[in-house]
T-cell receptor
Framework: AQSVTQLDSQVPVFEEAPVELRCNYS??????LFWYVQYPNQGLQLLLK??????LVKGINGFEAEFNKSQTSFHLRKPSVHISDTAEYFC???????????FGIGTKLQVIP | DGGITQSPKYLFRKEGQNVTLSCEQN?????MYWYRQDPGQGLRLIYY???????QKGDIAEGYSVSREKKESFPLTVTSAQKNPTAFYLC??????????FGPGTRLTVL
């Protein structure tokens, strides 16, 4: 069975500072990994995904994530955050070839002016 | 534009009533999903369907029912057997890489 752990429920950060949102997963097979963003009262939007190949994945809005197989992690980073990045971020994992996706409980990013 | 639509955006239900949430997609995706979102609990899978006329229970299917008569449509019924239905409900469909495309959600409140 697959699972996802998002280690921080809330992350406050000052505007223009860097941020890292942590995600660890467990799975017994090859995985696909995702980060989604959710703004209040909206659906989720894909930020980036890892399927295979390069372990550094770049996404929209200046975000990137690095797949680390030995540490079973997929942390999300941005070098300089903006007020508009205030949202909730979800890490997700699925076993490659299997269509069920498991989501973490989310991390709320609060950007402080 | 291709995408997923959910209706209504807000829904109020009296205790003991069944209600149906609509989900339609024009992405030509085979697989569709229903999730329930509660504060601090992330997304929990209610039901999913990988093909027309077939669906499987997710982690919290009790008190819910679905149908998949058409590829484009995957309605969710919240029955009176669901004891705590107040939540935000999200519908999604999946591309081949398991990337999920989400609708805007329906917020259900029990009065």
């Amino acid at each position: 069975a697959q699972s996802v752990t998002q280690l921080d429920s809330q992350v406050p950060v000052f505007e223009e500072a860097p941020v890292e949102l942590r995600c660890n997963y467990s799975s017994s097979v090859s995985v696909y990994l995702f980060w989604y963003v959710q703004y209040p009262n909206q659906g989720l939007q894909l930020l980036l995904k890892y399927l295979s190949g390069s372990t550094l994945v770049k996404g929209i809005n200046g975000f990137e994530a690095e797949f680390n197989k030995s540490q079973t992690s997929f942390h999300l980073r941005k070098p300089s955050v903006h007020i508009s990045d205030t949202a909730e971020y979800f890490c997700a994992v699925s076993d490659a070839g299997y269509q069920k996706v498991t989501f973490g409980i989310g991390t709320k990013l609060q950007v402080i002016p | 534009d291709g995408g997923i639509t959910q209706s209504p955006k807000y829904l109020f239900r009296k205790e003991g009533q069944n209600v149906t949430l609509s989900c339609e997609q024009n992405l030509n995706h085979d697989a569709m999903y229903w999730y329930r979102q509660d504060p601090g609990q992330g997304l929990r899978l209610i039901y999913y369907s990988q093909i027309v006329n077939d669906f499987q229970k997710g982690d919290i299917a009790e008190g819910y029912s679905v149908s998949r008569e058409k590829k484009e449509s995957f309605p969710l019924t919240v029955t009176s057997a669901q004891k705590n239905p107040t939540a935000f409900y999200l519908c999604a469909s999946t591309a081949g890489s398991n990337e999920q495309f989400f609708g805007p959600g329906t917020r259900l409140t029990v009065l």
